[in-house]
C-alpha cells in the first residue's frame, strides 16, 4: 500500500521497485522514464561544463556550512564552471546563491518529492525529475569535479555514486572535493577501514580531497579539472528553433 496523499510520482516508482509488474506496466514505466532523461537533456544542454554540489537541504542562510558553501561556490564559479545543484533550499541554495553573486551561471535538477521542495530563487535554469535515479545521472553526466558539502542519507547516496564510477572508470576521474573535516571525520575513518581490510584498493584514497580550506578545494578543482582534461571555452551550443530549444 501507499501513503495517502503520496504523490503520482513517488507512487508510480514504488510500485515499480516492489518486484515484477505485469509488462504493460513495465514497460510504460520505462517510457516515463525515458521521458524524464530527455527533459533533463532538453533542460541541460546548453548549461556548459559544471561542478555539482552536494549537500543538505536543512541548513538555513546565516548557519556556517551555508555561508561557507556560498562562499566556496563563488570561488568556483569565477573558474567558469556552471555551479549545478539539486535545486533545492540549504546546501543546494548556497551554492546557487555564491554562484549567482559573482555573475556565474547557476543551474538545478529539482526533485520532485510527496512533500514540496521547490526550486529556490537563484537558479538561472531548472527542470522538474520525478525518479531519484534520473536526477542522480544528470547531476553526475554535465560535471567535471563534485563537492560534497555536509548532508544527510542523500548527500552520502550521490558522493558514493561519483565516487563508485570514477573508481570503477565508468566516468573519467573527475575530482571530488570533501568539505569540512571535522563533520566528515568518521566516514573518512570508515573508508580508511575499508581500505585497511582490503574492500578498496590503496590508491582509492586518492580519489577525493578532504579539506577546510576554499582556496585548496578551488585549486585542487582548477588542477584536476581544468588543467588535466584541457577544458576551453565553449563554443555556445545554437539552439534549434525548431525543436523548442532556448
Not at 5 to 12: D, N
Not at 120 to 143: A, C, E, G, M, Q
Not at 179 to 204: Q, R
Amino acid at each position: 500500500m501507499t501513503e495517502p496523499g503520496t504523490k503520482p510520482a513517488a507512487r508510480s516508482e514504488i510500485k515499480f521497485l516492489s518486484g515484477p509488474q505485469n509488462r504493460w506496466r513495465e514497460f510504460t514505466f520505462s517510457i516515463k522514464v525515458l521521458f524524464e532523461f530527455i527533459k533533463g537533456f532538453r533542460a541541460l544542454h546548453f548549461v556548459g561544463p559544471c561542478v555539482t554540489i552536494f549537500g543538505s537541504a536543512r541548513f538555513k542562510d546565516g548557519h556556517p556550512f551555508y555561508d561557507l558553501t556560498e562562499e566556496l561556490s563563488g570561488k568556483i564559479a569565477e573558474l567558469g564552471f556552471t555551479i549545478m545543484t539539486g535545486g533545492g533550499p540549504g546546501i543546494m541554495e548556497a551554492a546557487n546563491k555564491g554562484a549567482k553573486a559573482v555573475g556565474g551561471r547557476s543551474v538545478g535538477c529539482n526533485i520532485v518529492l510527496p512533500m514540496e521542495q521547490k526550486p529556490n530563487p537563484y537558479l538561472d535554469k531548472w527542470v522538474n525529475i520525478k525518479y531519484f535515479f534520473v536526477r542522480k545521472t544528470l547531476l553526475i553526466k554535465y560535471s567535471y569535479a563534485f563537492v560534497v558539502m555536509p548532508g544527510g542519507f542523500g548527500t552520502l547516496d550521490e558522493y558514493f555514486e561519483a565516487l563508485t564510477l570514477i573508481q570503477t572508470k565508468m566516468i573519467s576521474g573527475f575530482p571530488i572535493v570533501i568539505f569540512c573535516k571535522d563533520f566528515h571525520k568518521d566516514l573518512v575513518a570508515h573508508i580508511e577501514k575499508m581500505k585497511e581490510n582490503a574492500t578498496i584498493s590503496p590508491d582509492d584514497v586518492d580519489l577525493f580531497l578532504v579539506t577546510d580550506s576554499v582556496d585548496e578545494a578551488v585549486a585542487y578543482i582548477q588542477k584536476n579539472s581544468i588543467v588535466k582534461f584541457n577544458l576551453q571555452p565553449e563554443k555556445p551550443y545554437r539552439p534549434f528553433k525548431w525543436l523548442f530549444e532556448k
